[in-house]
Every structure is written in C-alpha cells, then in structure tokens.
C-alpha cells in the first residue's frame, strides 16, 4: 500500500541536501524534498495528503495520513525566530483535512526581508532513508502536483 503526496505549494523542486539547515540537509528527522516558493508573497500551503493535523505552528505543520504516516511541512528556513509575523493559521491542530486543502497562509515577504531561506522542507518523519524516488529536481511544480509516493 502506498500514500501520494502533493506539492503543498508552487515552486522550484530542490532535493534535501540544498536546503541551509543540516537537519533537513542531512535527513536527520527523516527523508523527503523542499520546494522554493514561486514568485509573489502571499502563499497558501495546501495539505500535501488527507489526514490530521497533530501539529500546528504559524511557520509549520505535521499532517498524519490515514495510515498514519507523520508528514512534515516546514515553511522556511529558522522562520520560528519570526514569532508568527508573516504567517495565518487557517486550520487547529487535530482538525481533519482533505488532500489540498489551505493550511497556513504564508507572507514570503516578511521572511525574506528578514534574510531567511524561503526553502519548504516536505519530510517523511523518521521515514527510512532514500524512501523518497528520484526527482526532476530544479523544475517547476504546482501547487496540488503528484510529489511521490511512499509505502504505508
């Protein structure tokens, strides 16, 4: 059995390992891709999969599917120093969710003034190394796009 995954944002796909932060870099809490952000500042980031919500912040999310599969998607890189300016939360913690729907609503431009990675860790928590298949990495994905699949 197998769970797909959708980009929760639009964007350039990048692997791990061009993010600058070396726990996301390294895989240490588990396999997955990032995603730059398209052009404009406001974005809304879209469940990759349907689930539950275990955790909410205003700069991240960790969506259990149904299988129970933990999902982790980061927005930025040490945007948590942001203290919540910049992003809107649009669902609470244990709502459930539909694959694509609108998570958190997420104004780049604050980040971005403030000098930080724009990068959007999508990660399989504590998932199995190279889980993740190979990627037409540096190309252009949709919001809502296939992003992989892993086994459940």
Do not use: Y
């Amino acid at each position: 059995m197998t769970i797909s995954l959708h980009s929760p944002i639009a964007g350039l796909l990048a692997p791990l390992s061009e993010v600058p932060d070396p726990v996301f870099a390294r895989e240490i809490i588990g396999p997955g891709v990032a995603i730059r952000p398209s052009a404009g500042h406001i974005h809304e980031l879209c469940a990759p999969a349907t689930g539950t919500l275990i955790k909410v912040f205003p700069h991240a999310f960790v969506l259990r599917t149904l299988k129970g599969t933990d999902i982790l998607i980061h927005l930025g890189i040490d945007t948590i120093k942001l203290h919540g300016h910049g992003f809107t939360t649009l669902r609470e913690e244990k709502d459930s969710v539909a694959a694509g729907e609108p998570l958190i609503r997420w104004d780049t431009s604050v980040a971005h003034e403030a000098g930080f990675d724009l990068s959007v860790p999508v990660i399989i928590l504590h998932g199995p190394p190279h889980i993740v298949p190979a990627q037409n990495f540096h190309s252009n994905i949709e919001v809502g796009a296939p992003l992989f699949t892993v086994p459940e």
